[in-house]
């Protein structure tokens, strides 16, 4: 039976320490928590959150059912699915192509339905269609979302239809023009697993998601999956599969109904998403949600070739605050030492030894582990000297995506809420030692910890900072009162892949770039995004970083093939400067050394693709 649950409205609670305690009829023992509430100054603000259309993107054009937006146009059906789409190329791919090998169809008992509806709002950032069809056995209301990088949210309303009759199927049916899409990524929670090259070959049904088990879901749920080229292509995701009726045989997977399937036919490629895999009665409304997205999503900013070229890149990996991957702001919440990074990139004369007498005079402690304050003078070296050098493009390393260090203060009030979580034990408010401070984990980017995230990286970008993230991959969550998470039948709980939140924070953080960068100190973005192209998440980014994967001393070419390279670290079909890391080490003699950073040069740059240049340290 599924666990039986009670909430309880509080509101929001003046600062204090406070006591749950919860007695359960017929047992002796009582539940008992602590918890404190501490408001801080970022809580509810709107860094980032703007309906400012912002170059390289154009507002959003309608005509009638037209709907258009930089480099792509899309015409509505009645429900609001796409009838055509038509994508221009990024760099040398030529003007507008029609992705469709046929309208998009929404099929209930195999038969499509058809809708209708109409644009209800439209504005240079947002447009809203919403349409209607019926069927004896369900009536559906769509709400489709434009945005102006052209994603669509498709908020899909299933209603008991009126014959209150049996539906035995309903499906997504997404018609592609097959020579058009070479290349395919599939994505599910975590990285260096994914699927990403060649679409696999084959007539008739010949893939869907069972062949792709990774164990993250119940079923086998898929949160996305693009096909393709090197510029144009297409992509459906989820968070999850609430709302769909799962047909799961727990022990065989093999007679589990596909969640996704692809079916080659002539001409056509067409991906289907089964949402209702078993027959049902609807007897309750019952919502669900998912996006769509073809690509370019954006233009390649100008002189983008010439990053780490002719316009030089420091991409810091010092670490000026507690933790080595997850503080948000420098030791001590001081930002001084980044007033004098932005002083010396301005090419003013900034005294290292003078900087650190000042700051250790404040931060130092007795008692304080020497190795912690050699490592800290020795970051702040780095920084200054780096900034000195006066690089075009610079950023640093501020958030490993799903964890924050336990020295904010923050981490301790919104533990539960943001790891998604209860912990067993408070956790201890010092714990910096040398080789950083402990961590909590960040699971489902739910609003507040967007909230605390942006407030300080303003601080950053303010300063001409650039911000760095590792590891974007999409995350599960399993809170389902903070995230679209939700129980099953059998009292387990279905994950969220938190794709919505995950586009909506690194969004604001482009937004945050694009509008406090100074002029004279740019602060430029990057995602490391290894194995994880995904073009919803990575429109909101200046610059990938592929390829930490596959590290050694052998040939490139034998290690990334070039349809991987051409799926996933170009970075056209998202409008991203490309790098990556492929690092070369463990060569035994300088002429194996010299022999495969020739082969990283060649497989790369065949690509327009560049290595990672950046200043190591820490």
């Not at 499509?112 to 209800?120: A, D, I, N, Q, R």
């Not at 919403?130 to 945005?147: D, F, L, M, N, Y």
């Not at 049902?280 to 983008?304: H, N, Q």
Request: charged fraction near 25%; glycine fraction near 8%; proline fraction near 7%.
């Amino acid at each position: 039976n599924a666990p039986r649950t009670q909430e309880f409205p509080v509101g929001d609670l003046p600062d204090g320490e406070y006591r749950l305690t919860v007695a359960a009829e017929g047992y002796h023992r009582r539940f008992v928590r602590t918890f404190q509430r501490t408001h801080f100054p970022w809580e509810g603000n709107t860094l980032g959150i703007t309906d400012e259309v912002l170059p390289p993107f154009e507002p959003i054009k309608v005509k009638g059912n037209n709907v258009a937006v930089v480099l792509r146009e899309h015409t509505m059906d009645g429900l609001g699915l796409w009838k055509s789409v038509k994508a221009a190329g990024n760099v040398s791919a030529g003007g507008p192509r029609e992705l469709l090998a046929g309208p998009m169809a929404l099929r209930a008992d195999g038969k499509s339905l058809s809708g209708k509806g109409e644009f209800v709002s439209t504005q240079p950032n947002l447009a809203v269609f919403e349409g209607q069809a019926t069927h004896p056995a369900v009536i559906v209301k769509t709400r489709s979302s434009v945005e102006y990088d052209g994603c669509m949210k498709v908020e899909m309303e299933l209603l008991p239809g009126a014959k209150k009759r049996e539906l035995t199927s309903l499906w997504l049916e997404i018609p592609l023009k097959d020579d058009l899409m070479p290349l395919w990524h599939v994505a599910t929670a975590g990285l260096r697993q994914n699927p990403a090259g060649s679409t696999p070959t084959g007539q008739g049904d010949f893939w869907d998601s069972r062949k792709f088990p990774d164990g993250n879901w119940y079923g086998n749920f898929k949160p996305y999956i693009w096909l393709g080229a090197e510029e144009r292509g297409l992509c459906w995701f989820a968070d999850n599969d609430r709302g769909w009726e799962l047909d799961v045989d727990p022990k065989d997977p093999d007679k589990t109904a596909p969640c996704l399937a692809l079916n080659r036919t002539g001409k056509a490629l067409t991906l289907r998403v089964n949402f209702i895999q078993k027959p049902v009665t609807l007897t309750a409304p019952r919502k669900i949600v998912f996006g769509l997205m073809a690509s370019p999503a954006k233009p390649m900013r100008e002189g983008w070739r010439k990053v780490s070229l002719t316009e030089r890149h420091t991409h810091s990996m010092s670490y000026l605050g507690d933790h080595v991957c997850s503080a948000k702001t420098p030791h001590g919440g001081d930002f001084s030492i980044m007033d004098k990074m932005r002083e010396a990139r301005r090419g003013q004369k900034v005294d290292n030894e003078a900087v650190w007498k000042e700051w250790s005079a404040k931060h130092v402690k007795p008692g304080m582990d020497p190795k912690l304050i050699e490592r800290f003078h020795g970051m702040i070296n780095l920084e200054l000297n780096w900034s000195g050098n006066r690089p075009d493009w610079f950023c640093y390393y501020f958030d490993e995506y799903h964890s924050t260090c336990q020295t904010h203060p923050e981490s301790h009030i919104f533990q539960s809420e943001w790891t998604g979580g209860e912990w067993l034990r408070p956790l201890q408010k010092e714990l910096l030692v040398p080789d950083g401070a402990a961590a909590i984990n960040v699971s489902g980017l739910v609003r507040s910890h967007q909230d605390f995230a942006c407030w300080y990286g303003a601080e950053h970008i303010r300063r001409g900072i650039g911000l760095y993230f590792d590891n974007s991959f999409l995350k599960r969550a399993y809170d389902p009162l903070t995230t679209s998470a939700y129980r099953l039948p059998n009292g387990d709980i279905q994950p969220s892949a938190g794709v919505w939140a995950h586009r909506e924070y690194q969004k604001r953080i482009w937004v945050l770039h694009q509008t406090l960068s100074p002029p004279d100190t740019p602060a430029r973005m990057m995602v490391h995004m290894t194995n994880t192209q995904l073009i919803p998440t990575m429109v909101w980014n200046e610059a990938n970083l592929d390829l930490e994967w596959f590290y050694g001393p052998d040939p490139q070419q034998s290690k990334y093939a070039h349809d991987l390279l051409r799926t996933e670290s170009l970075g056209r079909q998202a409008g991203c400067v490309p790098l990556v890391i492929a690092e070369v080490n463990d060569t035994k003699s300088e002429a194996e050394k010299a022999r495969a950073f020739r082969t990283q040069f060649g497989t790369m740059m065949v690509h327009d693709i560049r290595t990672w240049n950046c200043n190591m340290a820490g």
